[in-house]
Every structure is written in structure tokens, then in C-alpha cells.
Nanobody, 129 residues
Framework: QVQLVESGGGLVQAGGSLRLSCAAS????????KGWFRQAPGKEREFVAA????????YYADSVKGRFTISRDNAKNTVYLQMNSLKPEDTAVYYC??????????????????????WGQGTQVTVSS
């Protein structure tokens, strides 16, 4: 059974940092593109960042560019989201996801359709002002 398990969420003051991790249970997911999404109360899920299986390609939402960094360690089957200079508007449940297939297709699914084949259960990030 494929599982994605997020960790690292919590409460932080504005301007602070958090590092989210997402560990995959299935070895096959090391060849999948990975992404981070978030959903704030009363809002739709939105794309945050994505990374290709080789880590050669990354995409970011405009709202997080320059503050968030996505990375992955395929040997550990884990993807990370380093979040710096956090703002109260970053408060949300953060989900990691995995999408297979050719890189361009997988990245397009995540960035344009806000969709993916596999999802984690989410981790809460709360930024206080």
C-alpha cells in the first residue's frame, strides 16, 4: 500500500521557519514527481511547489517564491519543504503528493490541475502574527 506521511508542521511566529518532510512507503515513488499543496480554512487547495524525480526541475507558486525551497532525497524516499520568512497567510494544512509519468506531464498535472495520484494526510502549519 502506497503511503505518504508528512511531518514537521507546527506553530511558529511570523518571520520564522519550518521544515516539512514527506516520507513515501513505496520504493517506486522515488521515480515520481513530488509536490506540496496547502489548504486554508474556507479556501480551495492550492499548489505550493513541485520537484521532478531527478530534482532537475522545480516550480513554485508566486506567493512562496524566494521563501520556500523544495528538495528531495531519493535514497531516503523523502521530499522536503523548507519554509522561511513565514507569514500568517501561510497558515494552512500542507499536503505532499506524488505523480508519475513523464516529467513535463507530471509537473503539469500538479501545477495546473492541482491534482496528483497519491496524497498524504496533511500536516498543520500555523503562523502567528
Amino acid at each position: 500500500q502506497v503511503q505518504l506521511v508528512e511531518s514537521g508542521g507546527g506553530l511558529v511566529q511570523a518571520g520564522g521557519s519550518l521544515r516539512l518532510s514527506c516520507a513515501a512507503s513505496a520504493r517506486t515513488l522515488s521515480s515520481y514527481a513530488k509536490g506540496w499543496f496547502r489548504q486554508a480554512p474556507g479556501k480551495e487547495r492550492e499548489f505550493v511547489a513541485a520537484i521532478s524525480w531527478s530534482a532537475g526541475t522545480t516550480y513554485y507558486a508566486d506567493s512562496v517564491k524566494g521563501r520556500f525551497t523544495i528538495s528531495r532525497d531519493n535514497a531516503k524516499n523523502t521530499v522536503y519543504l523548507q519554509m522561511n520568512s513565514l507569514k500568517p497567510e501561510d497558515t494552512a494544512v500542507y499536503y505532499c503528493a506524488a505523480e508519475g509519468g513523464p516529467t513535463a506531464q507530471a509537473m503539469g498535472v500538479m501545477t495546473s490541475r492541482i491534482s496528483a495520484t497519491y496524497w498524504g494526510q496533511g500536516t498543520q502549519v500555523t503562523v502567528s502574527s
